[in-house]
């Protein structure tokens, strides 16, 4: 290494960038916008043990991005049960045993 910093030369002239920054800031979400979040209490209930899970694979042209083409599949797989304080609790008591 040289220690020189190599200088990229720009793509487009700083007179349009600034008119791209200023678009974003004219488009972009209020500071006090929250997400929604859903209560998990409006969630349907996971299922637990096997289950049909349905898996999507999109393959996209590496020089453009874009998708070329999607496999979809489905497969039964074991879902666990969910990881809650209480189940914690219990696993922890009975490995102290």
Do not use: C, Y
């Amino acid at each position: 290494m040289t220690g020189r910093r190599i200088e990229f030369e720009p793509d487009r002239d700083i007179s349009e960038l600034a008119a791209v920054i200023a678009d974003a800031r004219r488009h972009r979400a209020p500071k006090d916008a929250v997400p929604r979040a859903t209560p998990a209490e409006e969630l349907p209930p996971l299922p637990v043990g096997p289950a049909p899970v349905v898996h999507t694979e999109v393959i996209t042209d590496r020089e453009t991005g874009m998708p070329v083409a999607v496999d979809q599949f489905t497969n039964t797989d074991w879902i666990a049960p969910a990881i809650t304080p209480d189940t914690l609790r219990t696993r922890m008591e009975t490995t102290n045993d």
